[in-house]
């Protein structure tokens, strides 16, 4: 292989001539089968000689892949609920909006006594006085007792039996007995007869499951707890000397004034913690439980792990009051991070859908439409097209099956 040299140049030294033509060939070669190998995966290439654009190429994997159902979700403090007074009097105070209540701490004032908070599920109902007295009730002034760090002594366990005191009952005397007349006041024929009390016999009592029973030492503590209250120390409690909510309250709202009527709604109140509501359709709150974990895009499009705790069981009508208007159901959601700073704002929240478990899947931009129809995957090694059915598509995955397609497989893709 001969060259032209310029008569401006000198010839070239016989020993750089066998360095050089090796090394152009060799360039030659690699360019050539650069452009086979292009060819194969991305057709011609330009007229202009411009480098091949690199191959991306990925592996087919086992995976799991789930769908995701996006609902929009409001952030606060959950539907405020309307708190009235147990009792006849005088409202004297009320706390402030946005104000917490805690177990034990008062929640308004009636005939300027407080009104501590109690935590449960059951409002008292009747007055609780009697020794022996049973029921769901007792049990919770004696575990809210317990909880503010009062000794309450022995509380019966279900299944066991406790005395109940039975008022006396009066009984007329004897037919045919007569009865002395008070002194000083005179009678005229036969003596009235006078009923005569009787022993009280004490009643028997099981104490079943989530019962308290009025012990002595109970009554004692709440004389304590009274006392401490600056309550009038009776060891009774009546109805609406105390409220019972499910726990901690904050104040939405105030809706009575000083001097009301107290059996009247004097505010509203919300749970302390933050949560998100969701209104969802029907259909879709249906196939969500309570548990179920969740993701929460916040303002800022900061994401945090949240946790379904509720599922209304009520259907409302949505605020269209149109032919479109759907049913309804509330979902609350609990979120995992501090939500401090952020008081209200919507929210996205999405939930899993369908999921597949242990499926073949690829990235979708490997996938290659084909102009009979359907889908292909174009091999890394070779440039070979294998048909594939495609499945479920989540997350930039695509679930893929057909005849040669395993895990590991090299594929080409476009991202």
């Known amino acids: 292989m001969s060259t032209e040299q310029s008569p401006a140049q000198s010839p070239p030294r016989r020993t750089g001539r066998r360095v050089v033509v090796p090394a152009v060939l060799t360039l030659v070669v690699a360019v050539v089968a650069s452009g086979v190998v292009w060819s194969v995966h991305r057709g011609p290439a330009t007229a202009g000689g411009d480098p091949p654009v690199p191959v991306q190429t990925t592996t087919v994997v086992r995976t799991d892949l789930a769908t995701t159902v996006s609902l929009t979700g409001t952030l606060g403090y959950g539907r405020a609920e309307p708190v009235k007074g147990g009792r006849s009097g005088t409202v004297t105070w009320l706390p402030p909006a946005g104000a917490t209540v805690t177990r034990g701490r008062q929640l308004y004032r009636i005939d300027d006594q407080p009104v501590p908070l109690f935590y449960g599920g059951l409002p008292l109902y009747r007055d609780l006085a009697e020794p022996g007295t049973v029921g769901r009730d007792v049990r919770v002034v004696?575990?809210?007792?317990?909880?503010?760090?009062?000794?309450?002594?022995?509380?019966?366990?279900?299944?066991?039996?406790?005395?109940?005191?039975?008022?006396?009952?009066?009984?007329?005397?004897?037919?045919?007995?007569?009865?002395?007349?008070?002194?000083g006041r005179g009678t005229s024929g036969q003596g009235a007869a006078a009923p005569t009390p009787t022993a009280a016999a004490p009643a028997?009592?099981?104490v079943r499951k989530g019962e308290g029973v009025l012990t002595g030492s109970l009554m004692r503590a709440i004389k304590r707890w009274q006392q401490d209250a600056e309550l009038p120390v009776t060891?009774?409690?009546?109805?609406?000397?105390?409220?019972?909510?499910?726990?901690?309250?904050?104040?939405?709202?105030?809706?009575?004034?000083?001097?009301?009527?107290?059996?009247?709604?004097?505010?509203?109140?919300?749970?302390?913690?933050?949560?998100?509501?969701?209104?969802a359709d029907v259909a879709e709150a249906g196939t969500i439980q309570r548990g179920d974990r969740v993701t929460v895009t916040l303002p800022g499009d900061k994401t945090v792990d949240g946790t379904v705790s509720a599922v209304a069981t009520a259907v409302t009508q949505d605020d269209d009051p149109g032919p479109t208007a759907t049913p309804k159901?509330?979902?609350?959601?609990?979120?995992?991070?501090?939500?401090?700073?952020?008081?209200?704002?919507?929210?996205?929240?999405?939930?899993?859908?369908?999921?597949?478990?242990?499926?073949?899947?690829?990235?979708?931009?490997?996938?290659?439409?084909?102009?009979?129809?359907?889908?292909?995957?174009?091999?890394?090694?070779?440039?070979?097209?294998?048909?594939?059915?495609?499945?479920?598509?989540?997350?930039?995955?695509?679930?893929?099956?057909?005849?040669?397609?395993?895990?590991?497989?090299?594929?080409?893709?476009?991202?």
């Open 329 to 415: 159901r509330a979902v609350t959601v609990t979120v995992d991070d501090d939500l401090s700073g952020i008081d209200a704002a919507d929210v996205q929240v999405d939930l899993a859908g369908e999921t597949r478990e242990g499926v073949l899947a690829v990235p979708v931009g490997a996938l290659v439409a084909l102009s009979e129809g359907g889908y292909a995957l174009q091999l890394a090694d070779g440039g070979r097209f294998v048909a594939v059915t495609t499945g479920m598509f989540a997350k930039g995955m695509v679930e893929v099956s057909g005849d040669g397609i395993t895990e590991d497989l090299a594929v080409v893709t476009a991202s």
């Open 204 to 206: 028997r009592v099981v």
């Open 235 to 279: 060891g009774r409690i009546a109805v609406g000397d105390v409220a019972v909510l499910p726990g901690a309250v904050r104040v939405d709202a105030v809706t009575a004034l000083r001097g009301d009527p107290a059996e009247t709604p004097l505010l509203t109140v919300t749970p302390t913690a933050k949560v998100i509501t969701v209104q």
């Open 142 to 183: 004696a575990s809210n007792l317990k909880a503010l760090g009062y000794e309450i002594g022995y509380q019966p366990v279900p299944g066991e039996k406790v005395s109940r005191p039975v008022k006396s009952a009066a009984s007329a005397p004897p037919a045919g007995q007569q009865t002395s007349p008070e002194p």
